[in-house]
């Protein structure tokens, strides 16, 4: 990684960011280099929350369920092999996500209204691009009254349901035992004993690495789990984040840019189904489980192998002139870009808003309209809905003025529109008025007056570090007199 060095009026450039560090200090985001980040989104999350029920209203007949899905341990996952070569020392370590599952609904208060009166069999499904699931290991423990973790799978290794030793759909064998599968760190029965499974697969995939469709099912006699992998090819909306440097200190960053894509590419829906989560009729039953979900092997492809270059890539941050000119990054289309920054907060006092003294993370996002030209402007939220969770983006829309009023904004063509306003999140307003003063809707710098005044850049581009996948996490319920297989219907 090289240093540029100053230009010409470079010290004074350098002295007045360091004062402005003061107040907006830049953040270094070590941790966050080769991540592979995840977000659950769908019916499961009320405007991206991670704890918002996902009450399916389901109440046909006599058929009533509700679901809830808590907040992921953390969003990012390494993109590294998960052992080292000395097959001892760990470099990934499992995420985890609970859910909950009830066969009744709740009234507000929290009490249960309605019960069903059929037996419920319901399954967790997650559905993501092929290129993250299939490099995943998933593993089901229920969670006891006195929350004792107990496992109710063995660690499934996706991609061994899927592929052959030779590396092909076709080898794949029909009866698969879980132990002789590579052990990435799986959790014990209650006895610190291996959990494992004979299981019969049958289906197969057909096509090729970038392009196949199909269904692979495995299901286990003894324990009667199943697993159920569908492959579809769709438009998967996914950003690559480029690592942005202080162009004035090498050892500092800022957080990175995303280039927002779309592209064809094949998905994976993983259903999973446990005899546990058999809801019975009459009863009302609430039932926590936690999934668990590890990252094993480093993914390499031409989107992490990106090095920013101005000349070849700087274009893709340009507005579109028609619908004709459209941006392209490997093979994708680009949709717009984002990045965060740090912003200020503030609370009304003596009838105007003044500055508390802290500080929160926005997004910053321009999306292009390739219909007309030009671009939209959208602002998010980055913090944890609840404390102790991980951050989850969630949207800015209201406005208010420097007396704490509402403003309406109808133009978000550009950013300067929410200069001078204060903003407040989607999760209830919890992070107070955060000031919208100064941001930037490009990635070079830091204040939009050095952006328009053609100052010298604050920021330089470098290396592809990680990529973010849309996906989604949600529970399925069949009534289970219906399944036709013991209740153990996907």
């Not at 960011?17 to 985001?29: G, L, S």
């Not at 423990?141 to 759909?169: C, L, M, R, W």
Request: charged share 25%.
């Amino acid at each position: 990684m090289g240093f540029d060095g100053y230009r010409c009026g470079g010290n004074e450039k350098k002295r007045k960011m360091n004062e402005r560090k003061k107040k907006f200090p830049i953040i270094t985001y070590l941790c966050y280099l080769l991540a592979v980040s995840i977000l659950f989104t769908g019916v499961t999350f009320s405007r991206y929350s991670g704890s918002t029920s996902g009450n399916t209203n389901a109440e046909l007949s006599r058929f009533v369920c509700s679901y809830t899905i808590g907040d992921m341990s953390a969003a990012t996952f390494s993109n590294a092999d998960f052992w080292l070569q000395d097959g001892k020392t760990a470099m990934n370590t499992a995420r985890s996500v609970r859910f909950t599952i009830r066969n009744h609904s709740l009234l507000e208060n929290g009490d249960v209204d309605r019960i069903s009166d059929v037996d419920l069999q319901s399954s967790i499904r997650l559905y993501a691009p092929a290129e993250f699931i299939g490099n995943l290991a998933l593993q089901v423990a229920e969670v006891d009254q006195s929350g004792t973790y107990i496992t109710k799978t063995p660690q499934y290794v996706v991609k061994n349901f899927i592929y052959g030793a030779d590396g092909t759909f076709a080898s794949r064998p029909n009866i698969i035992d879980t132990k002789d599968f590579n052990d990435y760190n799986a959790r014990l029965d209650l006895n610190g004993d291996p959990v494992d499974e004979v299981m019969e697969v049958s289906g197969r995939f057909s096509g090729t690495d970038t392009n196949h469709t199909g269904t692979v099912s495995a299901y286990c006699a003894e324990t009667k789990n199943r697993i159920t992998i569908t492959s579809v090819v769709e438009e998967a909306e996914y950003c690559v984040g480029f690592y942005r440097r202080d162009k004035y200190n090498i050892n500092e960053s800022a957080p990175a840019l995303y280039l927002d894509c779309k592209k064809e590419m094949p998905f994976y829906a993983v259903d999973i189904a446990l005899p546990s989560m058999y809801l019975l009729k009459n009863i009302g039953q609430t039932k926590t489980f936690i999934l668990f979900l590890t990252v094993l092997e480093q993914t390499v492809n031409d989107d992490f192998n990106a090095q920013w270059s101005d000349e070849t890539y700087s274009s893709l941050l340009e507005e579109p002139k028609d619908s004709e000119d459209i941006k392209i990054f490997n093979e994708a289309s680009v949709v717009g870009y984002h990045f965060d920054r740090k912003a200020e907060l503030y609370e009304v006092k003596d009838g105007k808003l003044t500055g508390t003294g802290l500080e929160t993370t926005i997004r910053i996002q321009k999306d292009y309209n390739y219909e007309t030209g030009g671009a939209k402007m959208s602002y998010q939220h980055v913090a944890p809905l609840s404390e102790g969770a991980a951050s989850v983006v969630h949207p800015i829309t209201d406005f208010f003025d420097a007396t704490g009023n509402p403003v309406t904004i109808d133009d978000f063509s550009t950013v300067t529109t929410v200069h001078g306003k204060w903003g407040k999140c989607s999760n209830g307003g919890k992070s107070g008025f955060i000031s919208f003063s100064e941001i930037p809707d490009t990635p070079f710098y830091q204040f939009y007056t050095d952006q328009v005044s053609g100052a010298e850049q604050d920021y330089v581009l470098e290396e592809a570090l990680s990529k973010g996948y849309s996906t989604k996490l949600n529970v399925l319920f069949v009534q289970a007199s219906e399944s036709g297989d013991g209740g153990m219907r996907i």
